[in-house]
């Protein structure tokens, strides 16, 4: 009966959640070698492969051989634990950080060069002044960061789960009185007698003993 439970349970609510894909790839975004003034830096996660291609590229063979070396991303208020300076002795967190990764680009409008303690100074201002962008001229990837554990992110259940969770605990309970339950693929049948179970054509064909009812699934 147990057995039987969990499988019930799986099939009716964990049936529909899909499979989480990957993670990005953190890299640290700083000031281009020989070019440092402000000594401060930010990450940026990247999810597409050719993206992530061209990060290691800048790291492995430099901006001026890889070319598009600036990093242009879309942030928001906020820290969220990933967006550090790690140039910082303390890895000072930001109160912003990069919500979406926009693309590499040779170069910018003007609004949108600045320095990451310059958001810092006025994260609201930034955001109002470039529509929520930055793409920092003289900065771009020059490290890939393995250690960046980003904070666990919950899996809401979808809704008809959710709505189907008393119906399941009901089943159970039914199920436990003695009745016959058939669990299909986004059904289930709670049937008062002993079925059998024969194939017709492409359905199932249930037929409840005693009754004379035949019922195609």
């Known amino acids: 009966m147990k057995r039987f439970a969990l499988l019930l349970i799986a099939t009716v609510l964990l049936a529909p959640l899909s499979l989480a894909?990957?993670?990005?790839?953190?890299?640290?975004?700083?000031?281009?070698?020989?070019?440092?003034?402000?000594?401060?830096?930010?990450?940026?996660?990247?999810s597409d492969p050719a993206h992530i291609a061209h990060a290691r590229d800048l790291?492995?063979?430099?901006?001026?051989?890889?070319?598009?070396?600036?990093?242009?991303?879309?942030?928001?208020?906020?820290?969220?634990g990933i967006n550090l300076d790690y140039?910082?002795?303390?890895?000072?967190?930001?109160?912003?950080?990069?919500?979406?990764?926009?693309?590499?680009?040779?170069?910018?409008?003007?609004?949108?060069?600045g320095w990451p303690t310059f958001v810092q100074q006025d994260v609201p201002g930034w955001i109002r002044n470039t529509?929520?962008?930055?793409?920092?001229?003289?900065?771009?990837?020059t490290q890939e960061l393995?250690?960046?554990?980003?904070?666990?992110?919950?899996?809401?259940?979808?809704?008809?789960?959710?709505?189907?969770?008393?119906v399941l605990l009901g089943t159970l309970l039914f199920c436990r009185r003695g009745m016959t339950c058939l669990a299909l693929p986004g059904r289930l049948y709670l049937l008062p007698r002993r079925i059998?179970?024969?194939?017709?054509s492409a359905h199932i064909a249930v037929t409840v003993?005693?009754?004379?009812?035949?019922?195609?699934i």
């Open 59 to 80: 790291i492995s063979r430099g901006p001026d051989a890889a070319g598009e070396p600036i990093v242009v991303a879309k942030i928001a208020a906020g820290a969220d």
């Open 146 to 166: 393995a250690d960046v554990t980003p904070p666990p992110a919950a899996i809401p259940l979808p809704a008809s789960a959710v709505a189907g969770l008393p």
């Open 131 to 141: 529509n929520g962008y930055v793409g920092f001229w003289s900065y771009t990837i």
């Open 209 to 216: 003993a005693g009754s004379g009812t035949t019922a195609a």
């Open 196 to 200: 059998t179970a024969t194939p017709a």
């Open 87 to 113: 140039l910082d002795a303390h890895h000072r967190p930001w109160d912003w950080h990069v919500s979406e990764f926009a693309n590499f680009a040779g170069s910018t409008v003007e609004v949108l060069d």
């Open 21 to 46: 894909t990957a993670g990005p790839v953190y890299f640290l975004v700083s000031e281009r070698a020989g070019e440092a003034v402000h000594n401060d830096s930010f990450v940026v996660p990247i």
